[in-house]
């Protein structure tokens, strides 16, 4: 009975951490990729498909190289700020993909991501192919991490 409470009491007192996932520093030369950085691109991939689906479910007109991007910033608690346009196609169609990006709401940051924000380029398009492609990258003024999602629909 004394190995088990001993047990117990060094269970409850050992305190218990978790592994972040650290991003490489700029200028590394090494690049993130899911088999590197999971955590972050497991969360990529849930907002992707997501974004996909509302994508795909808007009823809007649209035309095949039709596309939108919009930089944003998701707070570690899942909210949108700072939300402007970077590729433009009409005053129309770049209404209608912010409307599908705000309707998506980003998950709290999962156990592991340490950052207190991340930095998005979210792009949704019409294409001849689809695809969903997300990847980890730089800026350089300021330095810091751009978070990218392509979601791309046939037409």
């Not at 991939?45 to 509302?54: I, P, T």
């Not at 899942?78 to 129309?92: A, L």
């Not at 991340?118 to 751009?146: K, T, V, W």
Request: aromatic share 14%; net charge neutral.
């Amino acid at each position: 009975m004394k190995k088990i409470l001993i047990l117990l009491l060094i269970f409850f007192l050992t305190p218990l951490s978790s592994k972040c996932e650290e991003l490489y520093p700029f200028g590394s030369g090494k690049s993130e990729t899911k088999e590197t950085h999971p955590i972050y691109f497991g969360y990529m991939e849930d907002y992707a498909k997501e974004l996909r689906k509302a994508f795909e479910n808007k009823k809007m007109f649209a035309l095949c190289h039709w596309g939108a991007s919009y930089n944003l910033i998701i707070t570690r608690d899942g909210e949108i700020k700072d939300m402007k346009i970077s590729t433009m196609q009409n005053d129309y169609y770049n209404e209608k993909v912010k409307e599908i990006i705000m309707s998506v709401k980003p998950l709290p940051f999962r156990e592991g991501m340490n950052l207190d924000y991340m930095r998005f380029s979210i792009y949704l398009g019409y294409e001849n192919y689809e695809d969903i492609h997300f990847s980890i990258g730089g800026i350089p003024n300021p330095p810091d991490y751009c978070f990218s999602i392509n979601v791309t629909l046939k037409k």
